[in-house]
């Protein structure tokens, strides 16, 4: 792994039209894909786990918070081995063993063996979203961080969408096992893809002996207010996104609407137009001011939740597909700007921001679901309503408010 070139030593970053720019942003796209199709297949199956273990809603989603939890336990120690073994090689890693693990997940016997493989798939894959951020803004011009940033994102959300589309219809014809190994072979694919195109670094610096220590760097972010506001947002945003996705489903497979199951999984087509919101974000960002649009993007996440109260179908899948575009507005950018305005220790605050976001995935996916489980769909939205609004002051106070009394690092 390269150390001699870096941002101390005058290193520019590659810029858009670039060869390397585009085989960079291709490889963080499969990286992505093959990283959350293996995360969220789960989501589609959980009606069949369910009907086959007569599990209750909010067990059967642990399947899902299993490997979330890995994920978010994982980010921070696969940032501090990035730091010395180098981004690309930290996320080689991670790949290969996470796509060998979620191999062998669907021919384990029983629900309890299947969480714990499922939460070593997490913790596995950890290194992806941990310093996948970092190693944009270490390799890319600044310019075209955000922007690239995008890209990765939509290659969440589209593993995410193919994982539940191929995982959700096969369950229903072959049985839930089958659901997830099609997935995991489509992982192998996309981990390969990653392998073969991404450069070697130009941007990587190995952490300096004798600096701030990763205690120190982590410490420094949980005091730096902005920062604080921004985890916030991948922890109330993206925990909303996931009880959405988790329970729908079983919302709308009972009265008034009895969808059968195997429609219910063409519900994460509404995913695309996360896509498309989280490339045009990072451009609205540069135009309008990153706050403004991650306001904008709560704000339509929460009319999107208003719409799910309907009980017509047609409203309700309008609902779901502008809460979509909502949180794809904002998880975006405030993801890429934990990496620049990170003033200490990069890789540990894209680091805590996936561990926000990842954490409020499976906190609120299962705490929700409990919600959901003992008093319906209504009280469920009107939790997530809340979870918005908190979102949104935080967002204010942190980002505008509080913003001139960020700390200086040390040193």
Same mark, same amino acid.
């Given at each position: ?12 970053? %590659? ?8 085989r960079?942003?291709?490889? #963080? ?10 995360? %969220? ?20 989603? #642990?399947?899902? &918070?299993?490997?979330?939890?890995g ?6 120690? $696969? ?6 073994? =180098? ?23 029983? %629900? ?12 596995a894959?950890?290194?992806?979203? =941990? ?12 310019? $075209? ?6 890209t ?5 959300t ?6 539940? #589309?191929?995982?959700g ?35 990587? #610096? ?5 600096g ?18 921004? %985890? ?12 959405v ?39 609205l ?52 700007? &934990? ?16 561990? &926000? ?7 609120? =996916? $299962? ?9 319906? $769909? ?7 309503? =809340? ?7 935080l ?17």
């Open positions: 792994m390269s150390s001699h070139a870096g941002p101390a030593s005058g290193w520019r970053g %590659f810029e858009r039209g670039e060869r390397e720019y585009s960079i942003v291709l490889a #963080l796209f499969a990286a992505g894909f093959a990283t959350f199709a293996q995360v %969220f297949d789960a989501q589609a199956v959980l009606p069949a786990v369910r009907a086959e273990t007569g599990l209750p809603a909010a067990t059967a989603a #642990l399947m899902v &918070s299993a490997t979330t939890i994920l978010a336990i994982s980010v921070l120690p $696969w940032a501090s081995v990035a730091d010395r073994v =180098g981004r690309i090689t930290a996320m080689k890693v991670s790949l290969v063993s996470a796509t060998v693990i979620s191999l062998l997940v669907p021919l384990l016997p029983g %629900f309890e063996a299947v969480l714990v493989a499922r939460g070593l798939v997490g913790l894959l950890g290194a992806v979203p =941990g310093v996948a951020v970092a190693y944009l803004a270490e390799e890319l011009h600044g310019r $075209w961080v955000s922007v690239a940033a995008g990765y994102v939509a290659g969440n589209i593993g995410g969408v193919c994982g539940r #589309l191929l995982a219809p096969l369950s229903e014809v072959a049985g839930w096992r089958v659901g997830m190994q099609a997935v995991s072979l489509l992982g192998v694919a996309a981990a390969v893809l990653f392998l073969l195109l991404v450069p070697a670094p130009r941007g990587f #610096l190995r952490a300096p002996r004798g701030p220590g990763v205690r120190t760097r982590i410490l420094f972010q949980l005091r730096d207010p902005t920062m604080l506001a921004l %985890f916030a947002q991948g922890f109330l945003l993206m925990g909303a996104f996931a009880v996705y988790n329970y729908l489903g079983f919302h709308l497979a009972g009265a008034p609407f009895f969808v059968p199951e195997a429609l219910v999984s063409l519900l994460f087509v509404a995913y695309l137009a996360g896509t498309v919101a989280s490339r045009a974000s990072a451009s960002a540069v135009r309008f001011g990153p706050l403004r649009v991650v306001l904008a993007g709560i704000g339509v996440m929460m009319l999107g939740l208003a719409l799910m109260f309907s009980a017509a179908l047609a409203v309700v899948i309008l609902g779901l597909m502008v809460f979509t575009v909502g949180c794809f507005s904002a998880h975006p950018v405030a993801s890429g700007l &934990s990496g620049r305005w990170a003033q200490l220790g990069r890789a540990q605050a894209t680091a805590l921001y996936q561990l &926000s976001w990842l954490g409020g995935t499976a906190f609120f =996916g $299962w705490l929700i679901g409990l919600v959901y489980d003992g008093s319906g $769909w209504n009280s469920t939205l009107y939790s997530l309503l =809340g979870m918005c609004f908190a979102s949104a002051v967002a204010v106070v942190g980002i505008r408010m509080l913003a001139r009394h960020r700390p200086a690092p040390p040193g």
